[in-house]
């Protein structure tokens, strides 16, 4: 059974820099194929795909947030880390991370989210 | 960057009755389309994906057609369980995907 947990703080003040941690069980980022996201939805709005890590440690962007993001695995641990750069108020959403099976262009498995809060 | 439009943004419908969903894409995809089920609380489910593919362990009332940049989800039979807000989303170029802006699903 593969399952996917988020973590991180649940209040950030603007211009920090946020990390959230992806904790994974039932299946191993050391097998050929497999990858893991983030996607967000801020309150009221629409699912946004912000980023993918493989197993062989290739990494995509979304294009609007290219330069605020950062995506890394330890795939010892079971973990995806996610972090945002100098972060604003319209970064406030739920953070899901989500499994992509071995070479299928999927998101099969997501966790139940973590929500984040921007605000001085 | 593609766009996904969906609607209606809300849908009412009776138990037992069927719902249908549309999503459109600004320009082809082919079957690079799936559709996901979010309820509060709790995590997202795929539900389709390649257009038409069921995911595991889906229900056979869920249903998805089309191909290019229409698309139809069609949920046969409503449960109580299937009030939630659904999402379709794009990957013509995975895995820059899109999602729609989701359609809500609420009892009549």
């Known amino acids: 059974q593969i399952t996917l947990k988020e973590s991180g703080p649940t209040l950030v003040k603007p211009t920090q820099t946020l990390t959230l941690t992806c904790t994974f069980s039932?299946?191993?980022?050391?097998?050929?194929?497999?990858?893991v996201a983030w996607i967000r939805q801020p309150p009221g709005k629409a699912l946004e795909w912000l980023a993918l890590i493989y197993w062989d440690d290739d990494k995509y962007y979304s294009p609007s947030l290219t330069n605020k993001l950062t995506i890394s695995k330890d795939a010892s641990r079971n973990q995806v880390v996610l972090t945002l750069t100098n972060i604003d108020p319209v970064d406030t959403a739920t953070y899901y991370c989500?499994?992509?099976?071995?070479?299928?262009?999927?998101?099969?498995?997501w966790g139940q989210g973590t929500l984040v809060t921007v605000s001085s | 960057e593609i766009v996904v439009t969906q609607s209606p943004a809300t849908l009412s419908v009776s138990p037992g009755e069927r719902a249908t969903l549309s999503c459109r894409a600004s320009e082809s995809v082919g079957s690079n389309l799936a559709w996901y089920q979010l309820k509060p609380g709790q995590a997202p489910r795929l539900l389709i994906h390649g257009a038409s593919n069921r995911a595991t362990g889906v229900p056979v009332r869920f249903s998805g057609s089309g191909s290019g940049t229409e698309f139809t989800l069609t949920i046969s039979g409503l449960q109580s369980e299937d009030f939630a807000v659904y999402y379709c989303q794009q990957s013509k170029k995975w895995p820059f995907l899109t999602f729609g802006g989701g359609t809500k699903v609420e009892i009549k």
């Open positions: 039932g299946f191993s980022l050391n097998t050929s194929g497999v990858g």
């Open positions: 989500v499994h992509s099976p071995p070479w299928e262009n999927i998101f099969a498995h």
